[in-house]
């Protein structure tokens, strides 16, 4: 799978991530629509990956996210991006140590979509921003590696 349509995929799979409807829990692929033109692959359906992401994402570390809570609070719309990048990255090298058996871009997945959690739940006139440097940072870190293992569906399902 092409990077390109990786970083579209990931950019939906944030959307549905910080959906909120409960009657928008059910929904597939099919409901939810996109910019770009029709896949051949059926597979990929960001609801479901996006739950699945959620499972993950929901543990938290507690005293990370106090460090962070306080780094939102004192910092500018513009720092918002650093303060984000720089917490996934902890947290990420944190489990590196923890469970190098792991990828490292597992972690980096994990602490984003925690951290991007996290933000829903406590600071939602945020989300908007965040789902932007998530969907960034995850495009810049992952992508290529989402490719290798063969896109987000199979990524999801390991």
């Not at 910080?18 to 996109?34: G, L």
């Not at 513009?78 to 469970?99: D, G, I, P, Y």
């Amino acid at each position: 799978m092409a990077p390109k349509d990786i970083q579209q995929q990931t950019y939906e799979i944030i959307h549905c991530l910080f959906d909120q409807s409960p009657e928008n829990s059910d929904k597939t692929s099919q409901d939810i629509e996109t910019d770009c033109p029709d896949d051949d692959d059926d597979s990929f359906d960001p609801v479901i990956i996006a739950d699945k992401l959620r499972e993950v994402g929901d543990e938290l570390d507690e005293q990370v996210i106090h460090q962070f809570k306080n780094a939102l609070k004192s910092s500018s719309q513009m720092q918002v991006e650093a303060v984000f990048r720089k917490t996934a990255e902890m947290l990420c090298h944190t489990w590196m140590s923890e469970r190098g058996e792991v990828a490292m871009e597992k972690h980096l997945l994990r602490a984003t979509v925690m951290l991007g959690l996290y933000v829903k739940r406590n600071c939602p006139r945020m989300i908007p921003s965040i789902q932007g440097v998530m969907a960034t940072f995850l495009n810049t870190r992952v992508t290529l590696w989402v490719s290798q293992q063969g896109g987000w569906d199979r990524v999801a399902s390991e």
